[in-house]
């Protein structure tokens, strides 16, 4: 049994409810006619720090007892958890300190220290920055917020699949960008719960292909400071927690280019006129690079 339940899900929504943006959920015509699938969006980009990263984070500090928050918490991130953990951790008044890999996206860095949180920049890749944080909450008393794995975090990542499922019930199949495979755990926790379960497929990096195990598939790159448009989603090894929800509930996993993260960017800005980063971008890639899996089927893009 995967160690994050539905029940478990369904208490971080309600813990997070009106502390984090409830989504719109659209049918998108334009994106259906151009797949040739029945296209549905959860806009997750609309949370005030542009991600569901949020929702794990928020999750993650609401847990703490009262010694743990007045001491504090420290988080590594490319740049959305980083984000989300100083938001939510200043607005609770708990002290943050969040490490990032050096080739973190700036813009992201320079929030999460508008935000309020103590930057640290180390490290070439997420691997070398949690290596990092791991020294620092060890040698200051902080409590870890992982990005991904940790069932708390998993289970508030799994609020979006619930609010997307509420409003759309009738989905075949969810698309799920996977980076450290928080999300894409979460989401699968709830999909399979329902009477009738929905299909979940996970879209990773082909430059990152971190839960591809199998003979044939590549490995993930050793390039650490390789870059990518689809920085989101650049992780090298899968979480310890996440890797067996992801293997016991996950139908399958695809890797796609950047190419085709790139111009799944464009379409989303095109026709629904929102800027989604690659990491977004991703799922919408997966449909249009694999067309047998979801032509004719009612998919739900996060």
Known sequence: MPPVTLAEV????????????RTPTTRSQALSNITGADIVVKFENLQFTGSYKERGALTKLLSLTEDEKRRGVVAMSAGNHA??????????GIPAVIVVPTRSPFVKVARARHLGADVVETGRSLEEA??????????RNLTMVHPFDDPVVIAGQGTVALEL???????????????GGGLIAGTAVVAKSRDRPVEVIGVQSDLFPSFFSRAGHPSPSEDLSLPTIADGIAVRMPGAVTKPIVDELVDGLVTVSDAAVERAVALYLEHEKVVAEGAGAAGLAAVLGYPDRFVGRRVGLI
Do not use: N
């Open 10 to 21: 369904s208490r971080a929504a309600e813990r997070i409810e009106g502390s984090v943006v």
């Open 130 to 139: 949690a290596s990092a944080a791991r020294t620092i909450a060890r040698e």
């Open 83 to 92: 984000q989300a953990v100083a938001h939510h951790a200043t607005i609770l």
């Open 165 to 179: 499922l509420h409003d759309e019930p009738g989905l075949d199949v969810l698309v799920v960008p996977v980076g």
